[in-house]
């Protein structure tokens, strides 16, 4: 029997997409897997880059690493100086849900991540605030909760 040229590739090439196929619908090429073996210390694996003033609002931001993700849940902002100052509450887009095993049904944050506090006109800025934030990889480690000051500018 003769063989068709482009045939047995055309073949292997099937057979590697359908090995594939559980792997693509369970988001294994799209989403990077973390293994317990390569995790990222806290600090790389969720960036938190501090705290600026925009305009009329206070600017907070992370840079989240892939396989990971941050709480909604978990992030507070306060101020740490001067002690007696209040701030607004703090700001946050809309997250994805996830059903997480330990809180139930929450909203995670994925990437990159902003977050503002509106400032009252004429009123005195913190010096210092106080960031608590806590995040996981996706094969469920999660750091323990971190607390960041941070000097406002």
Aim: proline share 9%; glycine share 8%.
């Amino acid at each position: 029997m003769a063989a068709i040229p482009g045939f047995r590739l055309s073949l292997a090439l099937s057979g590697v997409l359908l090995l594939s196929a559980p792997a693509l619908a369970a988001g294994g090429l799209l989403k990077p897997k973390v293994t317990a073996d390569a995790l990222l210390p806290v600090d790389q694996a969720f960036q938190f880059q501090g705290a600026r003033r925009d305009g009329s609002n206070l600017k907070l931001e992370w840079s989240v690493a892939p396989g990971y993700y941050l709480y909604r849940h978990m992030l507070k902002v306060s101020v740490d100086s001067p002690a007696k100052l209040s701030l607004a509450a703090l700001q946050l887009p809309k997250g994805e849900s996830k059903q997480d095993p330990e809180f139930g049904s929450v909203e995670i944050y994925r990437g990159q991540l902003q977050a503002s506090i509106p400032l009252a006109a004429g009123a005195p800025l913190p010096r210092t605030l106080r960031v608590r934030y806590q995040g996981c990889a996706d094969i469920g480690v999660c750091s323990p909760p971190q607390t960041k000051l941070v000097a406002v500018p």
